[in-house]
Nanobody, 119 residues
């Protein structure tokens, strides 16, 4: 079983930046493929970014060039650096984890952290 705990959310003005963190436990972190998802009010949850075992990164078009995903295997942590934030980025952000054996399905999720972009 994998436990995930996000932190770093909050209120930020448009154009501002935030850094989200996700701390994992219960399994060797370097064996996990990690992702960030978000869900805005009234909308479906959407993929934001992923980072693979070898550090390969993927970004949704809506955040490409503004967000950066990274991982620190020594600290069991996943990060999401978010820059040039807009009100459309307002959502609950979730950290998710999977192993290569689960295909594209993420069985492990954090509780989420709220990001609000508003003036």
């Amino acid at each position: 079983q994998v436990q995930l705990v996000e932190s770093g959310g909050g209120l930020v003005q448009p154009g501002g930046s935030l850094r989200l963190s996700c701390t994992a436990s219960g399994r060797t972190f370097s064996d996990l493929i990690m992702g960030w998802y978000r869900q805005a009010p009234g909308k479906e949850r959407e993929l934001v970014a992923t980072i693979g075992l070898n550090g390969h990164e993927y970004y949704a078009d809506s955040v490409k060039g503004r967000f950066t995903v990274s991982r620190d295997n020594a600290k069991n942590r996943l990060y999401l650096e978010m820059n040039s934030l807009t009100p459309e980025d307002t959502a609950v952000y979730y950290c998710a984890a999977r192993t290569p054996a689960t295909g594209s399905f993420y069985p492990y999720w954090g509780q989420g952290t709220q990001v609000t972009v508003s003036s």
